[in-house]
């Protein structure tokens, strides 16, 4: 079974966590959280699907750091308690994910 399916469109979206306008990722990717607080939503089942029936808010609680990966932002749904783990989006030219935040969290700090 193949676990990545490609969203037809690259899009921004209005985070349902604190309100700010996320525009796509720059280099064609698709970002899938928000770069100012880090949160996400539980909409997939596999990467891209938009299959979950979740819907809950995806909360950033910690960082891994992978050497293939670069840092890694690993979310706990707030509504089932799902794990989820997502690549941080760092070098993106238009808004790149908050690095304080991600510093925070690699410390065990929860700021959110």
């Known amino acids: 079974m193949r676990r990545f399916i490609a ?12 309100g700010e306008e996320v525009p796509p990722l720059a280099n064609g990717s698709y970002r899938n959280h928000c770069p100012y607080c880090l949160y996400s939503l539980h909409v997939d089942v596999y990467p891209g ?9 995806l909360k950033p609680v910690r960082v891994e750091h992978s050497g293939k990966k670069g840092w890694v932002i690993v979310h706990q749904c707030e509504r089932c308690g799902d794990i989820r783990r997502n690549k941080a989006a760092l070098d993106d ?16 700090s929860n700021p959110l």
């Open 7 to 18: 969203q037809g469109t690259n899009e921004g979206f209005v985070c349902a966590q604190c």
């Open 49 to 57: 699907d938009r299959a979950s029936d979740c819907q809950g808010s």
């Open 93 to 108: 030219p238009l808004i790149a994910d908050d690095y304080d935040l991600i510093i925070m969290l690699s410390q065990g």
